[in-house]
């Protein structure tokens, strides 16, 4: 079974209100992400529950890159 990121987003000038991906990888701080056509750059992520088997729970603040 593959593992599942549930990310809870926010991004960091409150240009947008933030949400909820699934991902196959955890994100690491620089990486970029495609939330919805929406590019964004993880700028700090850390975990807000502990792992529950293939789940995992994290929050990230991002930046958007491009719109």
């Known amino acids: 079974m593959m593992a599942t990121y ?5 991004i ?3 240009e947008h209100p933030g949400g909820i991906v699934n991902l196959n990888y955890q994100p690491v701080a ?3 992400i495609d939330v919805g056509g929406l ?3 993880v700028r ?6 502990p792992a529950n088997n ?3 729970y994290l929050h990230a603040t ?6």
């Open 6 to 10: 549930k990310i809870s987003y926010i």
């Open 12 to 14: 960091q000038d409150g």
């Open 30 to 32: 620089g990486d970029t």
């Open 39 to 41: 590019l964004l750059e």
């Open 44 to 49: 700090e992520i850390f975990e807000l529950i």
């Open 54 to 56: 293939d789940f995992y």
């Open 62 to 67: 991002c930046k958007i890159i491009e719109a």
